[in-house]
């Protein structure tokens, strides 16, 4: 694995995360995979906490995810186990096995059963992790559970990050204030061997695990869902949030409940915090990306138009060139498939008008668009003429820092 | 532009491509884009030409796909305009103007109306090509059509190609023996910028328009639909196939006639052969990767997976990295949503068993990989275990040199 710099879009520090009551954290080395840094979080939730997920779609899972979604049903928590540096994904009956003794060793240290003890982990896939490599630590990680440790707890998650991703934001339910902290790793949409997309969201709120799960859902959307780097999707994403009700507000009933509007908005904003900063992290990345489509038949029509220019190669190329190439872009609208008018067609990058009714504007200045191709934050409009979806979808440009660290990190 | 070198991956020379009743060529500098070089092919058919054509399925095609569609209904040809440099597409009403000139040109020179005439062009989209010059070459070029100007026919229709593309068979329809020439260009699946697909198909096969169109549709599917270099599609992809009649044997009378056996597997063979040439091409290729699906529900779900994994920017790294990174592979299988048994699932790379039942086989050595990793032709097969579906997809690796080539080129 090549050394890889710190992203030069990564943020200036770790934020700073407060407590979350009813919420303790350990991290340490278990030597799975790295040597010489953290691998393993170890979370120990208080009685009573709910829980809520959201997995890949990929067909081939791994053995932590479907661990997960055989306990989530549930609906509740008291640890969560997560390691860095093998996905055990594609390992057979024995990474099965493994996932439950992990369970099984956090359950019997925090009094619980196995069942209401998550796991997660990232790193290689299809070599069988080192049985009880893991759990062996878990021990030495629960006689130091601390309300603090959210740095150290971000850092051991990662495989090849080049910075620790954190976000918190605090808002009122009934009349408390609650919290909401969130860490994530995953430099990609994900690097299946070494990127996984991994978030962690608890909180201090009171919301049954049902209501909790719609909420989570609902922000995915616009979150993690609307994020890409190289279009691959893992065997492994895992997005979890953990309430552990300590806040003691009237619980809510149902996720539209008005009393939860705060709390939907601060949720949405850690979770897209932390989806940006993924982003800021891709492999390789040198300029963030924005894309927004409007004018679609749907939302749904406007993500797919979305995703297709930000997942063309051609289109990311020429951002990592610096070349406002609004040809490609007509190119990724073509051939997402889903009703467009070229004869409307509207394009502008960095704000400036670029095409309008199925052609270049007869003002375009490729020099006007110059400095804002050369920043490190890239914005493409385009409006397709039709309808009235809109969706958002962030990226990076595609640069010989992926290759090198997609073509090299086994040689 | 950076200056291209020729693909490790070409062939040794361009092949003899012997002269096609009825058909006559010739190549020449209009100087639309590059300077120093052929840039428009003109081509001339004899009275009775029939015409086949399958294009781009983007929802934003160029001026010349618009012009081609609506002129295949009639199933003739008198002649083909083929320009590269400015690939006419969103230009608006200046754009189709251009196209019809041209064909209007050439319809003069040709004693035959416009609209027996084709045009295709490729090169940069969305500028509006210059107004006339490549209609006033052709004047210069009708004088000097001739049956033998294959090579430099293929050449004058490049674009980031490094070597021209050309394939030819022989084959008997009812006795007489009928010649299929192709020439093809595109160093890509599709750079839009300079790397559109185009392929020009002749033969002096005696064919209704309408059996020759099911023809080619049917041969399409397992060549140049079977190829992917980046996933993008072009706004101009075109292939046309004109069948002369010059043969003079009995007309068949549809697609299925047994008479027709011959000439469906010689059609297939070239174009095969032209396929694998633009995939030899492939922007930055080092290797030629054959994905082979089998398994599936259906051919369908086949080209799905096989087009997952022949797209994957994770394996193609892995691959341009000399890497046998199964994992990635078990990653596009999943991602690809279409059913797989994730415990029957197989992979076999370079004919070696690699993983099999949902796991790697016990056996499995890297070492034994490596020969054929670091080969310049890449077999990748995996079964998913759940019906009889199956597919073939040609793909290159991902280098730095598709960065260089793509990234770079305006600056």
Known sequence: MPETARSPLAPAR??????????????GRAGVRYRGRDDVLFAAFARGTAAAGVFTRSTMPGAPVLWCREILPRGRARGLVVSAGNANVFTGRAGEAEVRAEARAAGRLLGAPARDVFVAATGVIGEVPP????????????DRLDAGAWRRAAGAIMTTDTFPKGASRTCRIAGRTVTINGIAKGSGMIAPDMATLLAFLFTDARI???VLQSLLVRAN??????????????????????????ARHDA?????????AGFRAALLEVMQDLARQVVRDGEGASRFVTVTVTGARSRRAARAIARSIANSPLVKTAIAGGDANWGRIVMAVGKAGEEADRDRLGIAIGGVPVAEGGRVRPDYDEARLAPHMEGSEIDIAVDVGV?????????????????????DYRS
């Open 14 to 27: 770790f934020p700073k995360l407060p407590p979350v009551a009813g919420v303790r954290l350990a991290a």
């Open 208 to 210: 049954p695990a049902e």
């Open 387 to 407: 309808g009235r979806g809109r969706a958002t979808v962030w990226t990076c440009d595609l640069t010989h820092g992926y290759i090198d660290i997609n073509a």
């Open 221 to 246: 959307e616009s979150s993690f869902n609307a994020l890409t780097v190289d279009g691959d999707t893992s065997t492994s994403d895992s997005v979890l949030l953990f309430a552990t009700g300590r």
């Open 131 to 142: 049985a009880g490599r893991v759990a062996a630590i878990l021990p030495g990680l629960h």
């Open 252 to 260: 809510p009933r149902d996720a539209r409940d008005p009393r939860l």
